[in-house]
């Protein structure tokens, strides 16, 4: 919570805060959890949802108000929705299946899928997660919990690593 009070500037504001926090936090949950029924996710909409609240404390008169509950709970749904549609743009594989996928490959004659499953196995789910599935490098980023950036130079460095090696076969 004092993540929150931090944004606000006024102590009145922040009293404000504090009480909508206290009476509402519970059913603005509820609200969350109803439609994506993942707790994790419904504590993520609700940091979003209460940093919003608290940057727009303006918009609240009286916190105990039938409007003041209204309020929160459409800000929590309207964040929600969004966890939803952002569900639906990322589609997360199972790792299991991923690892038995990438096993499954038989060694052929093809240079460059041998080069490839020699590589370490997070190098190859990358590589596998990108060309074969063909994800892009922000969702393969969430999936691994690494910064975008540092995926990003990650698979550069297994693309470049698999150029050296193919061509000190002179390919």
């Given at each position: ?23 509402w ?9 109803k ?38 709970c ?15 743009r ?39 997660l ?28 297994i ?11 002179d390919?």
């Amino acid at each position: 919570m004092l993540i929150y009070l931090s944004m606000i500037e006024n102590e009145e504001d922040k009293e404000k805060f504090e009480e909508v926090y206290a009476l509402w936090h519970d059913k603005m949950y509820g609200v969350a959890m109803k439609d994506l029924k993942n707790p994790y996710d419904a504590e993520d909409v609700l940091i979003e949802a209460f940093t919003y609240i608290a940057k727009n404390m303006d918009k609240i008169d009286d916190p105990k108000s039938k409007k003041t509950l209204s309020y929160v709970c459409v800000v929590t749904k309207h964040f929600a929705i969004d966890e939803i549609r952002r569900r639906k743009r990322v589609t997360l594989v199972n790792y299991d299946d991923l690892a038995y996928a990438i096993g499954s490959f038989k060694m052929t004659d093809d240079t460059l899928t041998n080069a490839i499953l020699k590589l370490p196995e997070k190098h190859r789910q990358i590589i596998f997660l990108k060309y074969y599935h063909g994800y892009e490098v922000k969702e393969i980023a969430k999936m691994y919990g690494m910064k975008y950036d540092a995926t990003q130079k990650l698979l550069f460095r297994i693309k470049k690593g698999l150029e050296t090696k193919l061509s000190k076969e002179d390919l």
